[in-house]
């Protein structure tokens, strides 16, 4: 009978010392993956400040940014609110640079308050200014200037020049202008040249408009809304006596207020409002 061999089973001792070395290299590897993690970050940057575009550079330059961006504003804001740097001329100043015979009646307060008036008589000729006394003020009459574009100076020294042209016998006791401007050209106790048969008893106002249609801007509607209801409650007139031209003649004239009589039913009712609150 042969004997059958078995491997040699190895001892404790050794199998304890192998599973120690794999332990061992375990470690090491452990450690120097750790330390490999380490210089990464000391190389980018401070790992408590963050990296790529949280770095500090990054947060320095945003901040620098914002700061910049605060005082250009806060620069804005100065410049813009300095009355001063964007004072805009204002009618008046305007006015002042092309004539210099007028007078301006200040704004007064109320619903029916007087509304700014630039006095800039036309002289006296029988083409525009005849200097006749008003029998009496019965109504005030609106008028277009069916000029689109021009503006209340323009149509004011258009009336004086009649005295030179005598192309025709016009004028208007006040012109509002494409920016709410007033101007009187007739003194409120003589006739003007503007409603025919009723030049002896009614008050005249022509409106500028910028397009053909007559339309007027808001600032001219609301300049006119302020001086009729002014007049009307300085005359003590209704605002059923508040007519267009075209009531007195048939002629197109204020032609926007006449091709929509719903906006002329509104302009009435704008002016009894004011007269209204006046009480
Ligand atoms: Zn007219």
Redesign the pocket.
Same mark, same amino acid.
């Given at each position: 009978m042969s004997q059958i061999k078995f491997p040699k089973r190895k001892s404790g001792r050794k199998r304890k010392i192998q599973a120690y070395q794999k332990l061992l290299y375990k470690k090491v590897l452990f450690y120097k993956k750790k330390r490999k993690k380490r210089t990464f970050y000391k190389k980018g940057s401070n790992r408590k400040m963050g990296r790529g575009i949280f770095s500090r550079k990054n947060f320095e330059i945003f901040g620098t940014i914002c700061l910049l961006s605060l005082a250009v504003v806060v620069f804005g804001h100065v410049v813009r609110w300095n009355p001063t740097a964007r004072k805009e001329p204002n009618v008046v100043q305007q006015k002042l640079s092309t004539s210099e015979d007028y007078q301006i009646l200040p704004a007064e307060s109320g619903p029916c308050g007087r509304p700014e008036i630039i006095q800039d008589f036309i002289v006296e000729n029988p083409y525009s200014r005849s200097g006749i006394p008003l029998d009496a003020v019965n109504g005030i009459?609106v $008028?277009?200037v &069916?000029n689109a574009g021009s503006t209340a100076e323009e149509n004011r020294n258009y009336f004086e020049n009649l005295k030179d042209t005598h192309l025709t016998k016009a004028s208007s006791h006040f012109i509002i202008g494409l920016d709410g401007e007033i101007i009187q050209c007739i003194p409120l106790d003589e006739i003007s040249y &503007?409603?025919n048969e009723r030049n002896s008893d009614t008050i005249s106002i022509?409106c500028c408009h910028r397009k053909e249609n007559g339309k007027f801007t808001k600032k001219t509607y609301k300049s006119l809304v302020k001086l009729t209801a002014w007049l009307c409650a300085s005359y003590g007139i209704p605002s059923s006596d508040v007519i267009r $031209?075209y009531n007195v003649t048939g002629?197109l004239?204020?032609l926007y207020f006449v091709r929509h009589e719903d906006a002329w039913t509104e302009f009435l009712s704008d002016i009894q409002k004011k007269l209204e609150k006046n009480g």
């Amino acid at each position: 009978m042969s004997q059958i061999k078995f491997p040699k089973r190895k001892s404790g001792r050794k199998r304890k010392i192998q599973a120690y070395q794999k332990l061992l290299y375990k470690k090491v590897l452990f450690y120097k993956k750790k330390r490999k993690k380490r210089t990464f970050y000391k190389k980018g940057s401070n790992r408590k400040m963050g990296r790529g575009i949280f770095s500090r550079k990054n947060f320095e330059i945003f901040g620098t940014i914002c700061l910049l961006s605060l005082a250009v504003v806060v620069f804005g804001h100065v410049v813009r609110w300095n009355p001063t740097a964007r004072k805009e001329p204002n009618v008046v100043q305007q006015k002042l640079s092309t004539s210099e015979d007028y007078q301006i009646l200040p704004a007064e307060s109320g619903p029916c308050g007087r509304p700014e008036i630039i006095q800039d008589f036309i002289v006296e000729n029988p083409y525009s200014r005849s200097g006749i006394p008003l029998d009496a003020v019965n109504g005030i009459v609106v $008028h277009y200037v &069916a000029n689109a574009g021009s503006t209340a100076e323009e149509n004011r020294n258009y009336f004086e020049n009649l005295k030179d042209t005598h192309l025709t016998k016009a004028s208007s006791h006040f012109i509002i202008g494409l920016d709410g401007e007033i101007i009187q050209c007739i003194p409120l106790d003589e006739i003007s040249y &503007a409603s025919n048969e009723r030049n002896s008893d009614t008050i005249s106002i022509e409106c500028c408009h910028r397009k053909e249609n007559g339309k007027f801007t808001k600032k001219t509607y609301k300049s006119l809304v302020k001086l009729t209801a002014w007049l009307c409650a300085s005359y003590g007139i209704p605002s059923s006596d508040v007519i267009r $031209h075209y009531n007195v003649t048939g002629k197109l004239c204020p032609l926007y207020f006449v091709r929509h009589e719903d906006a002329w039913t509104e302009f009435l009712s704008d002016i009894q409002k004011k007269l209204e609150k006046n009480g």
